[in-house]
């Protein structure tokens, strides 16, 4: 039983953030030992925030270091307007594990003053500050305070702008500075020719790239008695803590590989992990743990640290099995030309989980669906894990029935009726045909290299994965299977999916800027495209001075999608670099600057927040006074800022200076 059940859903709102909890339901239904094991791969998730941090930007742990001192030591007036301005930022750079917003990537600007931080830091009781051998308050700031408030150094994460040098006006810190994308490029394209060209290892996803004193480029490895090498350790630590527990023979293989992948750092080894990860389907709790997306690159091959377990919802998984035992079907259905798709389509595994620690680059700010591997060898010849992540979704779905994000830019009465209506079920089955089959669909055509998209790879494969999801919704088969109410029902989420590429993620765009994250660039480049090749299907049109997308023909608009879906296949099936810009270039990265405003003042009208993310639950382990764990509790209370601190202290692996 659970002493505390003070659980709320909503918790606090500053800036253009919102933080949720999420409830572990059925926790106390699981065996002591189930616990157990999520006890430890939930530590396992947490000690490897610092990794995180360093990667996003070489700045982000001394800055941290320091707001969090100023933070918890400032002695003067907390209720002044600087002050608060201060906490704002703080709380911000939180969320984003660094300096740079987590989605737009561009730098937060505080809104307090340069004066009011070296005032207060200066007035910080001595010893609070981890200052370097020889380094004065003094210096500290005036290292970290342009680097704090001029918006011109380290001014993006992670820039995708076309022509521009990737690297050197990238702010992330995967590539020594001073290293040219050029010259990066070179490096990888000469490691990839050594190898099997079947079953390439993913180069270079968990290493800097550092040039050495004779300025040769070489790469610093993540592993233990490496880069990272104290955060690791931890890792290992905590994973074998975990190992007694596991649910059988193949779950311990699983986290052994593992173990034998952070110690060495051998890429082989992590394709072995990946293959004995994929194999095991038979364990209800499951994590993922290590070096895993490359979305922060701005070359797609170095993958940021994110830690998660979970464990499987039963119920609810019976949704996405069904789909997944239907995989070779939609495979052979697909509207793709039929040397792109899968003869076999083998291994989709598919389920409902419940999240129970986010970690890393999961946290705060979750993805709500999760498909791996990424290596497309392994994926073909052994599948891939899907999961969609229930108590997530659930906890954004009571957020949003509050928002009135939805009675705003829905076209009509009668549309926003449909759309509520239909809404949560056809999210979640988008969100399951997304995951289970869009991205394990379709192959590429012998010889093609993987990432010969570059930097347009990541939109691309979005776009065939939602692509997918949307010409199926709308098939008979989602009735014959039961998924879905009515043969109107994928409506709604035609209808949104069209609303929210053309007009309600703008509200997630500061002004003047482009759209830069792959998963915007590819809901911009469907809506868009659709609405250029199908002016029959859907058309924007303008009501008393605000616009609305208007839906006229759902059956043409999925013919659209169909045809879209083939066209994108073709580009990632054949390697086709150009016409993968163009498209991207075409469709997904502008702003029309007038409805970007108009959007934006209708938005702000409604005072809400644009982005959500998760303060996580707190398992304490009970003992019998013998060392033997008795129970696992859970509880809820922790406020995001206690949460943040303590994460700062106790789990604390990288050094603080600046380097
Ligand atoms: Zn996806």
Same mark, same amino acid.
């Given at each position: 039983?659970?002493?505390?059940?003070?659980?709320?859903?909503?918790?606090?709102?500053?800036?253009?953030?919102?933080?949720?909890?999420?409830?572990?339901?059925?926790?106390?239904?699981?065996?002591?030992?189930?616990?157990?094991?999520?006890?430890?791969?939930?530590?396992?998730?947490?000690?490897?925030?610092?990794?995180?941090?360093?990667?996003?930007?070489?700045?982000?742990?001394?800055?941290?270091?320091?707001?969090?001192?100023?933070?918890?030591?400032?002695?003067?007036?907390?209720?002044?307007?600087?002050?608060?301005?201060?906490?704002?930022?703080?709380?911000?750079?939180?969320?984003?594990?660094?300096?740079? /917003?987590?989605?737009?990537?561009?730098?937060?600007?505080?809104?307090?003053?340069?004066?009011?931080?070296?005032?207060?830091?200066?007035?910080?009781?001595?010893?609070?500050? =981890?200052?370097?051998?020889?380094?004065?308050?003094?210096?500290?700031?005036?290292?970290?305070?342009?680097?704090?408030?001029?918006?011109?150094?380290?001014?993006?994460?992670?820039?995708?702008?076309?022509?521009?040098?990737?690297?050197?006006?990238?702010?992330?810190?995967?590539?020594?500075?001073?290293?040219?994308?050029?010259?990066?490029?070179?490096?990888?394209?000469?490691?990839? =020719?050594?190898?099997?060209?079947?079953?390439?290892?993913?180069?270079?996803?968990?290493?800097?790239?550092?040039?050495?004193?004779?300025?040769?480029?070489?790469?610093?490895?993540?592993?233990?008695?490496?880069?990272?090498?104290?955060? &690791?350790?931890?890792?290992?630590?905590?994973?074998?803590?975990?190992?007694?527990?596991?649910?059988?023979?193949?779950?311990?293989?699983? &986290?052994?590989?593992?173990?034998?992948?952070?110690?060495?750092?051998?890429? /082989?080894?992590?394709?072995?992990?990946? &293959?004995?990860?994929?194999?095991?389907?038979?364990?209800?709790?499951?994590?993922?743990?290590?070096?895993?997306?490359?979305?922060?690159?701005?070359?797609?091959?170095?993958?940021?640290?994110?830690?998660?377990?979970?464990?499987?919802?039963?119920?609810?998984?019976?949704?996405?099995?069904?789909?997944?035992?239907?995989?070779?079907?939609?495979?052979?259905?697909?509207?793709?030309?039929?040397?792109?798709? =899968?003869?076999?389509?083998?291994?989709?595994?598919?389920?409902?989980?419940?999240?129970?620690?986010?970690?890393?680059?999961?946290?705060?700010?979750?993805?709500?669906?999760?498909?791996?591997?990424?290596?497309?060898?392994?994926?073909?010849?052994?599948?891939?894990?899907?999961?969609?992540?229930?108590?997530?979704?659930?906890?954004?779905?009571?957020?949003?029935?509050?928002?009135?994000?939805?009675?705003?830019?829905?076209?009509?009465?009668?549309?926003?009726?449909?759309?509520?209506?239909?809404?949560?079920?056809?999210?979640?089955?988008?969100?399951?045909?997304?995951?289970?089959?869009?991205?394990?669909?379709?192959?590429?055509?012998?010889?093609?290299?993987?990432?010969?998209?570059?930097?347009?790879?990541?939109?691309?494969?979005?776009?065939?994965?939602?692509?997918?999801?949307?010409?199926?919704?709308?098939?008979? =088969?989602?009735?014959?299977?039961?998924?879905?109410?009515?043969?109107?029902?994928?409506?709604?989420?035609?209808?949104?999916?069209?609303?929210?590429?053309?007009?309600?993620?703008?509200?997630?765009?500061?002004?003047?800027?482009?759209?830069?994250?792959?998963?915007?660039?590819?809901?911009?480049?469907?809506?868009?495209?659709?609405?250029?090749?199908?002016?029959?299907?859907?058309?924007?049109?303008?009501?008393?001075?605000?616009?609305?997308?208007?839906?006229?023909?759902?059956?043409?608009?999925?013919?659209?999608?169909?045809?879209?879906?083939?066209?994108?296949?073709?580009?990632?099936?054949?390697?086709?670099?150009?016409?993968?810009?163009?498209?991207?270039?075409?469709?997904?990265?502008?702003?029309?600057?007038?409805?970007?405003?108009?959007?934006?003042?209708?938005?702000?009208?409604?005072?809400?927040?644009?982005?959500?993310?998760?303060?996580?639950?707190?398992?304490?382990?009970?003992?019998?006074?013998?060392?033997?764990?008795?129970?696992?509790?859970?509880?809820?209370?922790?406020?995001?800022?206690?949460?943040?601190?303590?994460?700062?202290?106790?789990?604390?692996?990288?050094?603080?200076?600046?380097?």
């Amino acid at each position: 039983m659970s002493i505390q059940d003070t659980f709320v859903f909503t918790d606090e709102k500053f800036a253009d953030l919102q933080l949720l909890r999420y409830q572990v339901k059925g926790f106390d239904q699981l065996t002591l030992r189930q616990k157990c094991l999520i006890y430890y791969l939930s530590e396992a998730a947490l000690w490897g925030r610092d990794i995180l941090w360093d990667q996003n930007c070489r700045c982000n742990l001394p800055v941290r270091n320091l707001l969090e001192a100023i933070y918890k030591h400032y002695a003067g007036d907390r209720t002044e307007q600087e002050f608060q301005d201060f906490t704002v930022y703080l709380k911000r750079v939180w969320f984003s594990s660094g300096i740079h /917003h987590h989605y737009g990537c561009q730098k937060i600007i505080p809104a307090f003053s340069e004066a009011f931080l070296r005032q207060a830091a200066s007035q910080l009781p001595p010893g609070v500050l =981890k200052l370097a051998e020889g380094q004065t308050v003094a210096h500290l700031l005036d290292t970290l305070c342009p680097i704090i408030f001029s918006p011109h150094i380290l001014a993006k994460r992670v820039n995708q702008a076309d022509g521009e040098d990737l690297l050197l006006t990238s702010a992330c810190n995967y590539y020594e500075e001073g290293i040219t994308q050029q010259e990066a490029e070179q490096f990888y394209t000469r490691q990839k =020719k050594d190898g099997d060209p079947d079953r390439p290892v993913m180069h270079g996803m968990n290493s800097r790239l550092v040039r050495r004193a004779d300025g040769r480029l070489a790469e610093d490895t993540y592993r233990s008695g490496g880069l990272y090498g104290k955060a &690791i350790d931890h890792i290992i630590r905590m994973l074998q803590a975990a190992l007694p527990y596991a649910e059988n023979e193949q779950q311990k293989a699983v &986290i052994s590989t593992l173990i034998s992948f952070y110690r060495t750092g051998d890429l /082989h080894t992590f394709d072995r992990y990946a &293959i004995e990860w994929v194999a095991d389907t038979a364990s209800q709790v499951d994590f993922v743990n290590g070096f895993t997306e490359v979305y922060g690159d701005p070359l797609g091959l170095k993958a940021s640290w994110e830690g998660y377990a979970y464990f499987t919802d039963a119920e609810a998984s019976t949704r996405a099995q069904k789909l997944s035992d239907n995989a070779q079907w939609f495979e052979d259905h697909s509207p793709i030309n039929p040397a792109y798709r =899968k003869p076999v389509c083998k291994g989709v595994s598919a389920s409902v989980v419940t999240a129970a620690m986010l970690g890393g680059d999961l946290y705060p700010s979750s993805a709500i669906g999760i498909n791996l591997p990424n290596s497309n060898w392994i994926r073909s010849e052994h599948g891939s894990k899907s999961v969609t992540i229930g108590n997530l979704i659930h906890a954004y779905d009571e957020a949003a029935k509050t928002g009135g994000m939805l009675k705003e830019f829905v076209i009509d009465e009668a549309t926003l009726q449909m759309v509520t209506q239909y809404n949560a079920c056809c999210d979640s089955l988008h969100t399951d045909l997304h995951e289970c089959l869009g991205h394990g669909s379709g192959r590429l055509r012998p010889g093609v290299d993987p990432d010969a998209l570059k930097a347009y790879s990541s939109t691309i494969e979005e776009a065939r994965a939602d692509l997918f999801g949307l010409y199926y919704i709308a098939d008979k =088969k989602m009735l014959q299977l039961g998924l879905l109410p009515c043969k109107e029902a994928y409506q709604a989420q035609y209808y949104t999916y069209m609303m929210n590429g053309l007009i309600s993620q703008l509200v997630r765009i500061e002004p003047g800027h482009q759209i830069e994250e792959a998963h915007m660039r590819n809901r911009a480049l469907i809506a868009r495209w659709t609405l250029a090749h199908a002016p029959e299907a859907a058309r924007m049109v303008k009501r008393e001075g605000k616009t609305y997308v208007k839906v006229t023909d759902y059956p043409a608009l999925r013919t659209a999608f169909g045809t879209l879906l083939a066209e994108v296949q073709r580009i990632k099936s054949e390697g086709d670099y150009e016409a993968a810009r163009l498209l991207v270039e075409t469709y997904g990265v502008q702003v029309d600057a007038p409805l970007h405003q108009e959007i934006r003042q209708r938005y702000q009208a409604l005072h809400l927040a644009p982005y959500k993310g998760f303060i996580n639950p707190r398992y304490e382990a009970q003992t019998d006074g013998q060392g033997h764990i008795t129970d696992i509790q859970v509880t809820y209370g922790e406020p995001y800022d206690q949460q943040m601190l303590r994460y700062s202290e106790q789990y604390a692996t990288l050094s603080h200076s600046t380097r």
